[in-house]
């Protein structure tokens, strides 16, 4: 992103994502309350047998007739955009450095960045502006 003036088109409607192997274990446990394949990615990466694919709909509330599995994708959905794993990642260093609760004007290029890591880059942000 070049300019600010494309986030809500471009970078905003951007969903997390998260693979089937990992929230598995959480949906077994009922721990996800908010997440949706409607609002969320989820990648997998292997076959799903129609038994799995009646297990996850009935677990989602879902019938299985209305899940894609596309490119790796597991969804009720299309994806918004070709790349939309990393315009989310790239929501989410916006979000993140918005705790600093300063305009920042710079470039930034990121590798793998995740909350922990953007939150301590803010943490060294403000540290470094409060001693100056």
Known sequence: MNDFSEYPASISPCRTFVFLHEVE???HLNLIKGGSLDNALVFVN??????????????????????KVHDGVLNTTDIYFPN?????????????????????????????????FNTQCVRRLRNQILSE
């Open 46 to 67: 292997r076959e799903l047998t129609s038994k799995q694919l009646k297990r996850l709909a009935k677990t989602f509330h879902k019938d299985v007739s209305q899940f």
């Open 84 to 116: 939309e794993p990393a315009r989310h990642k790239l929501l989410d260093v916006i979000g993140d450095l918005s705790l600093l609760g300063l305009r920042l004007q710079g470039r930034i290029v990121a590798f793998k960045p995740g909350h922990t």
């Open 25 to 27: 274990p959480l949906l």
